[in-house]
């Protein structure tokens, strides 16, 4: 067996199950589900209806590179939502089955392992990166969120002889589970580490769409990178899907963008990773990539669980509204395991703890004390789930200081 998987940790859902087996929810309270990232809005009727007509692609074998036409969609996307030039779509942008695989996969293709590897990654974060660090050979570094920047990520903290070192560095923006978005100053000071110190910088964007202001959308890495005069995006490839975007994580559907270079090497790992999407897929996809109607709704759903939630959850916890993405990062008034417990045990409405996100880095664990709430429920749901937050805040809080 290989000894590398050996040195993974357990997904934080399976601590969240350990964590919560002996806890049983009143009988007469309905469970509500909001720990997990899943979004459960209505799929697009285009995409379906796509999908149905395209069954005849069952019959062939997918090209690894995707179909043209997926290409070409995916491009002209980018395009249209980042305010640049489409990408190549001959050598710029690949399709995958959905972010995470190719996370995950992007790793085994660029980094050496013959030699002193890290990997940096965002702490709290996505263990897919750390996971994928770790089977590729590679030693995470974990760049702890600092509070005094919104959650967000203080560049000057990596020592250089960790840099030296780096070969990758994720980073994630919209942030999860945080919702921190990285600015034009941010990626400014990236794109020069990542030029002196020679590492790629894979950039995850699955929750791009998920934002609340219509005039001032997330900045995206792509667009980043043109704006700092970098239009060959060198060392920079971006990874966003059709899941969060489009409420299709069943589809497994998404992109790669960015240097032509390592997209080339990255093609070449998939021929043999045998990760094809498609026809069927690939014909669903297009149809929600070319329709914004359901996205603008998307979004409108969840500009509303916000809306409701918030000021009803600030009654008792200490959580702001995000930039982007549909979670809350919410303080705890005590062990954010023990509250996740006593909480699901008192109420049935289930949250994941934010240390079990984060790894021990630094002297702490920066996800220690707060909960991560996916509003990813019924409106309906999400607000009585919130006034059960709040009456439990109340007893919790009472118990923690006797």
């Known amino acids: 067996m290989n000894p590398r998987l050996d040195a993974l940790h357990p997904y934080p859902f399976e601590k969240l199950r350990r964590l919560l087996a002996d806890s049983n929810p009143p009988a007469d309270l309905t469970p509500i589900d909001l720990s997990i990232g899943e979004p459960r809005h209505t799929p697009p009727a285009v995409a379906v209806e796509a999908m149905r007509n395209a069954m005849g692609g069952l019959s062939v074998y997918p090209p690894t590179k995707g179909g043209v036409a997926l290409r070409q969609t995916m491009a002209a996307w980018i395009a249209r939502r980042y305010d640049i ?25 660029v980094i050496d392992g013959t030699r002193p590897c890290r990997v940096i990654c965002p702490n709290p974060f996505y263990q897919i990166y750390e996971g994928a660090a770790l089977l590729a050979g590679a030693e995470p570094w974990y760049l702890n969120a600092d509070p005094a920047r919104g959650h967000g990520p203080d560049w000057s903290t990596i020592p250089a002889d960790v840099l030296e070192q780096t070969q990758l560095i994720y980073v994630c923006s919209p942030g999860n589970p945080t919702g921190h978005v990285l600015t034009l100053e941010d990626w400014r000071i990236l794109f020069a580490m990542a030029d002196k110190y020679d590492f790629i910088i894979a950039a ?5 769409e998920i934002h609340f202001d219509e005039a001032h959308p ?3 890495a792509l667009e980043a990178a043109v704006r700092l005069g970098r239009p060959d995006f060198r060392r920079l490839v971006s990874f966003s899907s059709l899941s969060k975007r489009s409420s299709l994580p069943g589809l497994r559907s998404g992109y ?3 240097d032509a270079s390592l997209l080339q090497r990255f093609l070449l790992y998939r021929t043999y990773h045998g990760s094809a999407m498609s026809a069927v897929v690939s014909a669903a996809s297009i149809a929600a990539w070319n329709d914004e109607a359901h996205v603008l709704e998307n979004r409108r759903l969840y500009r509303q669980k916000l809306e409701a939630v918030l000021p ?11 930039e982007a993405a549909f979670f809350l990062w919410a303080a705890t008034p005590g062990d954010d395991a ?4 006593e909480l699901y045990a008192a109420t049935g409405v289930t949250v994941l703890p934010g240390s079990f996100l984060a790894r021990e880095a630094h002297g702490r664990n920066p996800g220690q004390g707060r909960i991560r709430i996916a509003l990813v429920a019924t409106p309906e749901a999400c607000v009585e789930a919130a006034r059960r937050i709040v009456d439990f805040c109340s007893t919790f809080s009472i118990r923690t200081k006797e």
């Open 204 to 208: 995850d964007e699955c929750y791009s």
């Open 312 to 322: 009803i959850l600030q009654e008792a916890l200490d959580v702001d509204a995000p």
């Open 218 to 220: 997330p900045l995206g």
């Open 256 to 258: 790669v963008a960015g």
């Open 338 to 341: 023990l509250f996740a417990r």
């Open 85 to 109: 030039a489409a990408p190549d779509a001959e050598t710029q942008i690949l399709p995958v089955q959905g972010s995470r695989e190719a996370l995950f996969a992007f790793a085994q293709t």
